[in-house]
C-alpha cells in the first residue's frame, strides 16, 4: 500500500497536525524536508507501520517520553467517539429502511459499543493515564513516590492490567461476522457494504490502539513502578 493513500485513509492526522494533510503527505514523501513535532513523528511510526511492517516497531516507539503517547492515546479515544461512532451510526440510520431485524439487532449492539467505548476510555483516562504521568514525576525527582502512593492507594499498573480488558474489538469482528451470516445473498448485502468496511476500519484501528498501551505504554509503566518499589 502506497503511504499517502494510506494517509488519505488515517484521517487521525486530523488532530495531530491540525488538518493540514498537505504538509503530512510532504512529510511521508521527503521527511528530512519537515521538522515534526515529536507526536507528529510519533505518528509517522504508526503510518510506516502500516505502510511496510506489520510488526509493531515495540522498541522504537517505547523511546518516546510517555506524554507524547499519552496525548495520542487520549486524542484517539476523542476521535473514535467523536468521529468514528457517529460514522457507524450514520450509516445504521440510513439501513433502518432496511427489511428485516437486522437494523434494530445492529442499533442494540451499536448501543452496547457506544457505552463500552465510553467506560473503557474513562477509566484509562481517569486512573491509568493520570497514574502514568505522575510516575514519570516521581522519576524525574519532582514528585515522591510515597505522596503518588498514598494517593493512589488501591491503584497499581498491575492491578489495573488483571481489572482492564478490551472486549471491543472482538465484538466489532463478531458483528461484521453476524452481518454476513444474517444476508443470503449479494443484493441483501449490497447496502451493508459501507458499515461493514467501517466497522472493519474501528476494529483495525482499536486493535492497533490496544497494541499501543498493552505492549509499549503498560510495559513501560510497569518497569518504572518496579523500579521505584525498590
Ligand atoms: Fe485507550
Ligand atoms: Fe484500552
Known sequence: MKKNNLVERFNENDLILGNNLDQWQEYCTNPADWKASEEATFFAQLVNLFAEDP???????????????????????????????????????????????????????????????EKHFRIEEQ??????????????????????????????VQRFIESHHDEVENKLSEIKKYI??????????????????RLDELEKNLRLHAQIEDEVLVPMALIWEKELEG
Open 55 to 117: 510488526l509493531l516497531p515495540i522498541d522504537q516507539l517505547k523511546t518516546f517520553p510517555s506524554s507524547v503517547i499519552l496525548s495520542y492515546l487520549t486524542k484517539m479515544h476523542r476521535y473514535y467517539l467523536n468521529k468514528r461512532l457517529p460514522e457507524i451510526e450514520q450509516q445504521l440510520v440510513q439501513l433502518s429502511s432496511t427489511p428485516g431485524e437486522l437494523p434494530e439487532t445492529l442499533a442494540s449492539v451499536f448501543s452496547w459499543l457506544q457505552k463500552n467505548m
Open 127 to 156: 486512573s491509568l493515564f493520570p497514574y502514568i504521568k505522575e510516575l514519570e514525576k516521581v522519576r524525574n525527582g519532582k514528585e515522591n513516590f510515597s505522596s503518588l502512593r498514598m494517593k493512589y492507594k488501591d491503584f497499581s
Open 180 to 197: 454476513v451470516r444474517s444476508l443470503s445473498s449479494m443484493d441483501q448485502l449490497f447496502p451493508y457494504r459501507i458499515l461493514l468496511l
